[in-house]
T-cell receptor
Framework: AQSVAQPEDQVNVAEGNPLTVKCTYS??????LFWYVQYPNRGLQFLLK??????LVKGSYGFEAEFNKSQTSFHLKKPSALVSDSALYFCAVRDDTNAGKSTFGDGTTLTVKP | EAQVTQNPRYLITVTGKKLTVTCSQN?????MSWYRQDPGLGLRQIYY???????DKGDVPEGYKVSRKEKRNFPLILESPSPNQTSLYFC??????????????FGNGTRLTVT
């Protein structure tokens, strides 16, 4: 069975400071890892993904994520947070042996204060 | 514009009254899926479809039905809704290259209340 853990319900940072939203995963096969963002009253929007190759993945809006196979982690990062980054963030995993199943974490609410 | 369209956005119904939530995508995606979002539980997969006439259960399929007669449509059917199905529902679609490496495209959600 596959699973995703986002250990922090809430992350608070000041505008201009770096941010990290944590994610760890478990799959049987090779992982395909994704980050999505959800703004109020909207569906989820894709931010970035890791499939294979470089462990540091760059995505939309200046976000990046680092894949660490030994720690089974895929933490989302941004060097300088904006107030507009405040939203709900979800980490998700798909297993290359079972492409139909998508498992999401419980979500982390990011609040960036001016 | 490429999009996933869900209807209705809001639905209030009573226990036992059959309902259907529609989902349509215009991106020619093979894969479609339904999720429910509940506070503190993230998104949980209800059903998914790898292509027309191919559907499979997700993690929480009890009380739901789906069908995939056409590539663009993937309706979610609640034959006899119960209050524990009160939730925010999302439909999503993606291409299906080998291994499922394509990101999901989500609709804007349907907020269902069952009284």
């Amino acid at each position: 069975a596959q699973s995703v853990a986002q250990p922090e319900d809430q992350v608070n940072v000041a505008e201009g400071n770096p941010l990290t939203v944590k994610c760890t995963y478990s799959v049987s096969g090779n992982p395909y890892l994704f980050w999505y963002v959800q703004y109020p009253n909207r569906g989820l929007q894709f931010l970035l993904k890791y499939i294979t190759g470089d462990n540091l993945v760059k995505g939309s809006y200046g976000f990046e994520a680092e894949f660490n196979k030994s720690q089974t982690s895929f933490h989302l990062k941004k060097p300088s947070a904006l107030v507009s980054d405040s939203a709900l963030y979800f980490c998700a995993v798909r297993d290359d042996t079972n492409a139909g199943k998508s498992t999401f974490g419980d979500g982390t609410t990011l609040t960036v204060k001016p | 514009e490429a999009q996933v369209t869900q209807n209705p956005r809001y639905l209030i119904t009573v226990t036992g009254k059959k309902l259907t939530v529609t989902c349509s995508q215009n991106m020619n995606h093979e894969y479609m899926s339904w999720y429910r979002q509940d506070p503190g539980l993230g998104l949980r997969q209800i059903y998914y479809s790898m292509n027309v006439e191919v559907t499979d259960k997700g993690d929480v399929p009890e009380g739901y039905k789906v069908s995939r007669k056409e590539k663009r449509n993937f309706p979610l059917i609640l034959e006899s809704p119960s209050p524990n199905q009160t939730s925010l529902y999302f439909c999503a679609s993606s291409l299906v290259p080998q291994g499922g490496s394509s990101p999901l495209h989500f609709g804007n959600g349907t907020r269902l209340t069952v009284t």
